[in-house]
């Protein structure tokens, strides 16, 4: 099958955040927030019939890179590695993301956010992944029960069913005026409650 690139221009106004995504003060979370591109099957047919809130999203497997622009005084979390960063005299920075084989992006932008960092040696990798924790500042007496946990669920199924595919996964902790953004999975992007 033939590689096709896609240039799709569209834009978004941020709802007050429901169903995991949207806007709260400051805080943005981004999920399902770009058009899915249809799907082409293997008999040759084309998948594209709207989403339905009850059903999940179909998309197809492809390579992102994603350039965010916002005020550098966010910190921000995506889908994939971070590639490049590139500050403006305007006072924002272009931070651009790419991973290659995941099916959605998701990415988030506050400026409350505490980040850590650490590397993790898998089971079946020849690579480190790279933990990135974006923690609320409410919940730092917190950080070392998401860290445990994310180590913990990482080395437990790299050891028991395939190693971790990604170089990075980031765990975000919303603010508690934002929790509807809680509780989801992206492509190397969870959220917690």
Same mark, same amino acid.
């Given at each position: 099958m033939?590689?096709?690139r896609?240039?799709? +221009?569209?834009e978004?106004a941020?709802?007050?955040?429901f169903?995991? /995504?949207?806007?709260?003060?400051? @805080?943005?979370?981004? +999920?399902?927030?770009?058009p899915?591109p249809? #799907? ?10 709207? @989403?339905h809130?009850?059903?999940?999203? @179909?998309?197809d497997?492809?390579?992102f890179? #994603?350039?965010?622009?916002a005020p550098?005084?966010?910190?921000i979390g995506a889908?994939?590695?971070? #590639? ?5 005299p305007d006072?924002t920075?272009?931070?651009v ?6 099916h ?5 932008a ?8 650490e ?12 933990i990135?924790?974006?923690l609320d500042p409410?919940?730092?007496?917190d ?5 445990q946990s ?5 080395k437990? @199924? /790299? ?5 971790y595919?990604y170089r990075?996964?980031?765990l #975000?902790?919303?603010p ?7 509780g989801?999975?992206y492509p190397?992007?969870?959220?917690g409650?």
């Open positions: 033939s590689k096709r896609l240039q799709i +221009g569209f978004l941020m709802p007050e955040i169903a995991r /995504s949207g806007r709260e003060g400051d @805080f943005f979370f981004f +999920g399902q927030w770009y899915k249809w #799907v082409l099957l293997d008999d040759g047919r084309w998948h594209c019939h709207q @989403f809130y009850h059903s999940e999203f @179909f998309a497997f492809a390579r890179h #994603v350039e965010i622009s550098r005084r966010f910190r889908s994939g590695r971070e #590639v490049g960063r590139h500050d403006h006072g920075v272009t931070r993301f790419e991973e290659e084989n995941i959605a992006f998701a990415w988030t506050w400026p409350g956010f505490l980040e850590y960092r590397s993790l040696a898998l089971a079946g990798n020849p690579f480190p992944t790279e990135i924790l974006l409410d919940h730092r007496s950080r070392l029960r998401y860290l994310l180590r913990f669920a990482l437990f @199924f /790299s050891e028991r069913l395939f190693p595919p990075t996964i980031t #975000v902790d919303p508690a005026r934002a929790l509807e953004a809680g989801m999975e190397t992007l969870i959220t409650f």
